[in-house]
């Protein structure tokens, strides 16, 4: 600017009133018809008993927050005197023990205002600006520049809350915002029943922070702004919860270059803030065409507006995990004035995919179709990612990728938490992985037992939650949030128990059929709808670790919901969490267990672990562990297979991750670190797969594929524990589509060679190129039970090198010469250079895996950090190598 013209700039604005102009050019302009940026950093926090001023008050800007301390948002309480450095740690031995309860300290202790400052100009037009809320545990008040924005508090965990305040905007574009947040009414005795005394759920919350029997009580039961806070702006209108419905007929083949035609049907809801009727066009693009639909909106209402069917040429269809890729198109909404200006736009991923269910009356169970092909559900039960609600896109992506990594297609979100968020769902629709989704309720707290923990009676507490309405507005809309994505499958009326009956008819008749229409609906989680229950018992479980012969040979519920095992990380996970003085081999023999072991839900491996002998420390007693762990979920994967369709449509581990440090029902560590529960699973679990009933010794092939193999080669051999392979035969079979097939029994060879040390059997599929298709080691013990050959295995001298191939992508390569035994059961590691310890998450295509004499093995690895790390091998049988990555 010119002299001359800043004279004049200066004439035009008084001194105060240039600074307020320049200042409101530094405040962001939204440059499209729609703009939103989240509240995150710079909020504050107090507790209740330190504030003595009003909402009105504390919210206008300029009033002191002098002692004010610095508050995570997203976060809870808890969480934000964690990082203040107010409480230790609470997942790490017994430290959740020096923290005040909130059952016994009161509700005040836990009870916060939260403040947060953020520039944003008043709106210019008829431009509308709105104030979004995700969460918010468990009610509130909320105030904004001395003003209430909230007419009545608000109650309940799972419901987005949306205000608009275009009219509570500061002139010079300086607001605050204070939030009261006060915790669940009653909180729970955490008495060490499941949910506690129950009184958890007769909130609409989540259950598990009074704690159950994987999890210790969270103290301040989360109470806090658990989710995103947001600043929406619009040109005029709102375009919100939209609806999108993918039809695909037929019986279709992922492999098809061309596919038939598929259907969009859509519809979206605008809401028009403005005291006069607007008119326009709904429109939305995908796939480079466009859909229109002339509205008419109702002034100050919200109008749904349904566009025409739009028939999609030749779409890329979405499959689940091993079934075929999982694209998603952009579809855009906007609406456009009659003038032709654009009032809102927003986008939605979508996912062209139809998902179908029929009754199976020979193994009386439901059974899934995705595109017109049944799909053998292969599932693992989901908590939540943290106990204390510290999500990441980057942290869901990864936890979800594990279980694609497991070869699992489908995750149930489990009933006592959440109805996840719509991060966790993108990582889902991103890497196949079906979804089914519980709502808040368990048979627990929710009465289906006797149980003398709690404080009411089971009449009392099937009435739970206190507020049915509630319920029924949250369940509506928590459906509107995630129905778009393609992962979601099942919808599910809670854990081991529907809910009441007057939340249960209008869930079931009105709400899923009105604002879904498309999934299945089960009334709970072990329902005789969902898996008839001819054995007795629950209609679940077991959780404990078995004989592998007991997966195969006993018939469980043919849709089991839950059943699982162990799943304890080896020494260097356990060290994360444990003390030292607590890293005690446990001996589960005598029943002589560390008390933080069992302060951190361990269920025991009772005698799995003595036939590999005696552990002399944590170190060997976690990498025997890892035998067992491997063995489990193998043969957990495998027996449920072997009897796919005829006995079952489905299975579903419980569990398959944890949100704080527990000993128990986890394929990888709330630190990301997998264990060998992972890689037995991906190996009993992978697409085709051979594989050898323990109990008769039948070698049979499972194809969970469409595809039909064509003169493949079943190679089988024995190996002996000096690593001599001992040829049993070689066979040319076919393999169809969507099969079990058995082929010849090895059992009386196999007891002769492991009759004295034991042995290993290696079975293999082969194709046309003599490529390896699928590959499976089993070791076996001697005729007494015992692992006597593995404990006496000569050392195998390999050879190891590691290269990065891509910027996030190493490969490692594990060579054993002939001559030596077989490297047996080796854990490749990424670690930092200086520290030695491992980089977190690390992404392997296979792990603890077994090379024989004269063979190499290739294994990659992604690491999206920036450290840079070496590469560390250890086997049963291989001494631990160090090398750098080339």
Not at 239 to 247: E, M, Q
Request: hydrophobic residues 35%.
């Amino acid at each position: 600017m010119s002299i001359s013209n800043f004279d004049k700039a200066m004439q035009i604005f008084p001194l105060g009133k240039l600074a307020r102009f320049l200042f409101l050019l530094l405040i962001p302009v939204a440059t499209s018809a729609h703009d939103q940026y989240e509240l995150k950093d710079g909020w504050q926090c107090q507790n209740i008993k330190q504030v003595t001023v009003t909402g009105e008050q504390l919210s206008r800007p300029g009033f002191s927050l002098a002692g004010w301390q610095p508050a995570t948002v997203p976060g809870t309480v808890l969480t934000t005197m964690l990082k203040n450095k107010q409480v230790p740690d609470p997942f790490y031995g017994m430290n959740n023990n020096k923290i005040p309860d909130i059952y016994n300290i009161g509700r005040d202790y836990y009870t916060y205002w939260f403040v947060k400052d953020f520039k944003e100009a008043p709106a210019t037009a008829n431009n509308q600006i709105y104030l979004n809320f995700r969460g918010i545990n468990y009610s509130c008040d909320i105030f904004l520049n001395g003003k209430r924005v909230n007419k009545e508090r608000h109650f309940g965990m799972n419901l987005r809350q949306s205000y608009n305040i275009t009219s509570l905007l500061a002139k010079d574009g300086n607001n605050r915002l204070a939030v009261i947040v006060y915790p669940i009414d009653p909180v729970g005795n955490p008495n060490g029943g499941q949910g506690g005394d129950g009184r958890i759920a007769k909130n609409l919350s989540h259950q598990y922070v009074a704690g159950w029997d994987w999890i210790q009580p969270i103290r301040d039961r989360n109470t806090g702004i658990w989710d995103k806070v947001t600043i929406e702006k619009t040109s005029g209108v709102v375009l919100k919860n939209p609806h999108i419905v993918t039809l695909v007929s037929g019986k279709r083949d992922p492999e098809a270059k061309q596919q038939d035609p598929a259907v969009i049907k859509a519809s979206i809801e605008v809401e028009n803030p403005q005291a006069k009727i607007i008119r326009g066009t709904v429109e939305y693009t995908m796939d480079g065409q466009t859909v229109k639909q002339p509205a008419i909106l109702s002034a100050s209402g919200t109008t749904e507006i349904k566009l025409p069917d739009f028939t999609l040429k030749n779409p890329k269809l979405w499959w689940p995990n091993m079934y075929g890729g999982h694209p998603l198109y952009d579809l855009k909404f906007r609406f456009v004035t009659a003038e032709g200006k654009v009032l809102d736009d927003t986008s939605v991923k979508v996912g062209v995919r139809q998902i179908d269910y029929t009754w199976n009356e020979h193994t009386r169970s439901m059974q899934f179709a995705v595109n017109g092909q049944k799909i053998f559900i292969k599932g693992g039960n989901w908590i939540i990612s943290d106990a204390m609600l510290r999500f990441s896109d980057e942290r869901y992506d990864a936890e979800v990728r594990f279980h694609r990594d497991m070869n699992l297609n489908l995750i149930r979100i489990w009933g006592g938490a959440i109805i996840e968020r719509p991060e966790f769902y993108a990582a889902c629709d991103k890497y196949g992985m079906l979804v089914f989704q519980d709502f808040w309720f368990s048979g627990d707290c929710n009465g289906r037992w006797v149980d003398p923990m709690k404080s009411e009676d089971q009449w009392t507490r099937r009435k739970y939650p206190d507020d049915h309405a509630l319920s029924l507005t949250s369940m509506a809309d928590m459906v509107k949030m995630i129905r778009n994505h393609p992962s979601l499958a099942i919808w599910c009326g809670g854990n081991e128990i529907a809910p009441p009956i007057d939340i249960l008819r209008p869930l079931q008749d009105s709400i899923l059929p009105k604002l879904d229409g498309t999934r299945c609906f089960f009334t709970y989680s072990n329902s005789d709808k969902m898996s008839y229950n001819s054995i007795g018992g629950n209609g679940d479980g077991p959780y404990t670790i078995q004989d592998p012969k007991i997966f195969w040979s006993y018939r469980t519920f043919p849709f089991n919901s839950e059943v699982g095992s162990v799943g304890t990380g080896d020494a260097e996970s356990l060290e994360r969490f444990l003390p030292k003085e607590n890293q005690v081999v446990p001996d589960y023999a005598n029943n002589k267990i560390d008390s933080l072991w069992k302060y951190h839900k361990d269920i025991g491996y009772a005698n799995s672990i003595a036939p590999y002998g005696t552990p002399k420390n944590i170190k060997e007693f976690g990498d025997i562990a890892q035998l067992v762990n491997y063995d489990q979920y193998r043969a957990l994967a495998e027996g449920f297979s072997a009897h796919s369709w005829d006995w079952y449509t489905g299975f579903i581990i419980w569990k398959t991750q944890n949100p704080w440090t527990a000993l128990r029902g986890q394929m990888y560590d709330y630190y990301l670190d997998v264990n060998a529960c992972l890689y037995g699973l991906r190996t009993g679990s992978e697409p085709l797969h051979v594989m050898c009933n323990p109990n008769d010794g039948m070698v049979m092939i499972v194809n969970n594929t469409f595809h039909y193999y064509h003169d493949v080669m079943l190679k089988i051999s024995f190996i002996d524990i000096n690593g001599k392979e001992i040829p049993e035969t070689g066979v040319f079979i076919e393999v169809s589509p969507t099969s079990i097939q058995s082929y010849l029994s090895v059992k009386p060879n196999l007891d002769k060679h492991r009759a004295e040390k034991g042995a290993f059997l290696k079975l293999q599929v082969l194709d046309a190129m003599q490529a390896v298709l699928s590959e499976n080691i089993y070791w076996y013990p001697d005729s007494t039970g015992n692992y006597s050959g593995l404990q006496e295995m000569k050392k195998a001298d390999v050879t190891i090198s590691a290269r990065k191939v891509s910027e996030n992508v190493i490969e490692v390569k594990i060579a054993n010469p002939a001559g030596n035994p077989l490297a047996f059961f080796n854990r490749i590691s990424l670690v930092d250079s200086s520290t030695g310890k491992r980089l977190l998450p690390v992404f392997y295509d296979d792990n603890y895996l077994s090379v024989l004499p004269g063979n190499e093995k290739t294994v990659r690895m992604e690491y999206n950090g920036d450290e840079k790390g070496k590469v560390t091998v250890e086997g049963w049988n291989v001494s631990k190598q160090i090398v750098p990555v080339q």
